[in-house]
């Protein structure tokens, strides 16, 4: 039994070894996981105040071009500002939700409200209120959104960087645990079937050991088989043979001269 326990111990170490490192990977994994969701969180809400700042812009130049040409279409405009206001203010709301502390959503949220007014009074006729709230009202607003923006955008760029960095990072010491994961699991199996031959082998083996304790009973057992155990139990036997004759050579050969004296 104690062999049986001393054989096992470096499969049961290269095994535990293998647990740990499996361990390791899938907190790696986790981690990239968690990191990849981090800089996907971050590209959207870079796409998004981008695609919010976009809008703005638009609606105010097309405003602006609608007001300042007499023959320009008004219900065009209504419609396709009406539009383009219903997807900004969707945007700012999945803002909140991914970068609530965003600090360009205020004034961004009241550029909003501003431009809804300014449709409602091109929709109504009031081109005059139109006008005054697109320079008093949607500007200041939007220019103090823009510069907010700009400095959101730019710190979410760089922390995309830094993310992108950490997750090529732990990407590679996935994929170093996953290598010796592989390298310790073909060990193990190679460690575990060579157990399980020598386990196999361990009965004919200890017939061999008796026939170093003068127990010929094993050898000239396997010398009678046909296959390769036999011819080495034969060549045994032979070896053993051979030995024990020049073990009683040297008795002869003392004994001889004492006969021959006798016989004198």
Not at 101 to 110: E, M, S, V
Not at 133 to 157: E, H, M, Y
């Amino acid at each position: 039994m104690r062999l049986k326990v001393q054989l096992l111990l470096p499969v049961i170490g290269i095994a535990a070894l293998g647990g740990v490192l499996v361990s390791a990977g899938q907190m790696s994994q986790d981690r990239t996981a968690r990191v990849a969701l981090s800089l996907d969180q971050a590209r959207t809400a870079l796409v998004q105040a981008a695609d919010v700042r976009a809008l703005s812009r638009a609606i105010q130049r097309d405003a602006l071009n609608t007001l300042l040409e007499p023959g320009a279409d008004r219900g065009a405009f209504v419609q396709r500002a009406s539009s383009r206001l219903t997807e900004m203010a969707g945007l700012v709301t999945a803002l909140r939700d991914h970068a609530a502390d965003a600090a360009f959503l205020a004034p961004q949220a009241q550029a909003l409200t501003e431009m809804t007014g300014l449709v409602t009074a091109v929709r109504t006729g009031d081109e005059t209120d139109a006008l005054a709230r697109l320079r008093t009202r949607v500007g200041p607003a939007d220019a103090q959104a823009d510069t907010l923006a700009q400095s959101f955008i730019t710190a979410r760029g760089l922390e995309m960087d830094s993310l992108a960095a950490d997750a090529g990072r732990l990407r590679a010491q996935a994929e170093r645990l996953s290598a010796w994961d592989a390298v310790l699991g073909m060990t193990g199996a190679l460690m575990a079937s060579a157990l399980f031959l020598l386990l196999v082998l361990r009965r004919p083996l200890a017939r061999w050991l008796g026939a170093g304790n003068d127990d010929l009973r094993a050898v000239m057992a396997a010398a009678e088989r046909g296959d390769e155990l036999g011819d080495w139990a034969r060549a045994l036997v032979a070896l053993r043979t051979q030995a024990a004759e020049r073990g009683r050579r040297p008795a002869r050969d003392a004994v001889a001269p004492a006969h021959k004296a006798l016989a004198a």
